[in-house]
């Protein structure tokens, strides 16, 4: 699967999975990218795409999503790699979102990545809204409130 660094998703299709993916350069520091993307509480403030999270993420704890996908549905997620500055990973037993971090110049590339499937794929993947928009959406409030946050620090 390849990303683009353009801050636009990408979505690959198969049979049996669906992966949608998002790259784009932050001109901030990854701790500040990762303050953003571990403060649940503080996730709609800053982001677009997010209803609430209750929760705490960190290491295999359990967090519960509202989005603005499916704003009925709660998604139970757990926090399955944390890595600080470098890399989160949280999903259930579908799949998994992947967030990962990299110096890049003065500033930090941002990947998001999303793998859902399994063998009851088919069965319901059409009902599975298309992530596009909400990854498109999602990266660039990201990347303005880093960018914010790192403008007032300089």
Same mark, same amino acid.
Not at 55 to 63: A, H, L
């Given at each position: 699967?390849?990303?683009?660094? %353009? $801050?636009?998703?990408?979505?690959? +299709? &198969? #049979?049996?999975?669906?992966?949608?993916?998002?790259?784009?350069? *932050?001109?901030?520091?990854?701790?500040?990218?990762?303050?953003?993307?571990?403060?649940?509480?503080?996730?709609?403030?800053?982001?677009?795409?997010?209803?609430?999270?209750?929760?705490?993420?960190? %290491? $295999?704890?359990?967090?519960?999503? +509202? &989005? #603005?996908?499916?704003?009925?549905?709660?998604?139970?997620?757990? *926090?399955?790699?944390?890595?600080?500055?470098?890399?989160?990973?949280?999903?259930?037993?579908?799949?998994?979102?992947?967030?990962?971090?990299?110096?890049?110049?003065?500033?930090?590339?941002?990947?998001?990545?999303?793998?859902?499937?399994?063998?009851?794929?088919?069965?319901?993947?059409?009902?599975?809204?298309?992530?596009?928009?909400?990854?498109?959406?999602?990266?660039?409030?990201?990347?303005?409130?880093?960018?914010?946050?790192?403008?007032?620090?300089?």
């Amino acid at each position: 699967m390849s990303t683009v660094s %353009n $801050g636009k998703a990408v979505t690959s +299709k &198969s #049979t049996f999975s669906r992966e949608t993916s998002v790259s784009v350069n *932050i001109e901030a520091d990854a701790a500040i990218i990762w303050a953003l993307l571990t403060n649940a509480a503080d996730f709609p403030r800053w982001n677009s795409t997010v209803i609430s999270i209750s929760g705490k993420i960190q %290491n $295999g704890e359990t967090i519960e999503l +509202k &989005s #603005t996908l499916d704003e009925k549905r709660t998604f139970k997620l757990k *926090i399955k790699e944390f890595v600080p500055n470098q890399r989160l990973v949280w999903g259930d037993p579908m799949g998994s979102r992947v967030y990962s971090l990299e110096k890049a110049g003065k500033g930090t590339q941002f990947k998001m990545s999303e793998k859902i499937g399994g063998p009851l794929f088919p069965l319901f993947a059409g009902m599975i809204p298309s992530f596009d928009e909400s990854f498109d959406k999602f990266t660039a409030d990201l990347k303005k409130e880093a960018e914010t946050i790192q403008r007032s620090k300089n």
